[in-house]
């Protein structure tokens, strides 16, 4: 296993053996291949375009388990850096510049 990020309470790896990452936030452990990652990071991206300075929380919508989680705009800001730092280490991933 490849740790790629830890931060509490955000932590990243990548296990060599299944080809998958590891992510794990708010007492949530996700195993997703390197599409779905960048999938997440893509949802991600898009939640942060609707925070303004009146954002306390975010909720985020996991599809698989049917699950809502709010997590505090610092943890998910922290969450959003984490999975980027992952995507530019590991597989060269270039952010766009937002508007």
């Known amino acids: 296993m490849l740790q790629l990020y830890k931060e509490e309470p955000i932590s990243i790896s990548f296990l060599k053996s299944d080809r998958q990452l590891q992510l794990e936030f708010c007492n949530v452990k996700m195993n997703l291949n390197p599409c779905q ?37 610092k943890d998910f800001l922290q969450l959003c850096n984490g999975v980027e730092t992952a995507l530019i280490n590991k597989f060269g991933y270039k952010p766009k510049i937002q508007n």
């Open 37 to 73: 990652f960048k999938l997440f990071n893509q949802y991600l991206i898009r939640l942060q375009k609707g925070l303004d300075s009146d954002t306390k929380s975010v909720q985020i919508n996991l599809v698989k388990d049917c699950l809502n989680i709010e997590i505090s705009l």
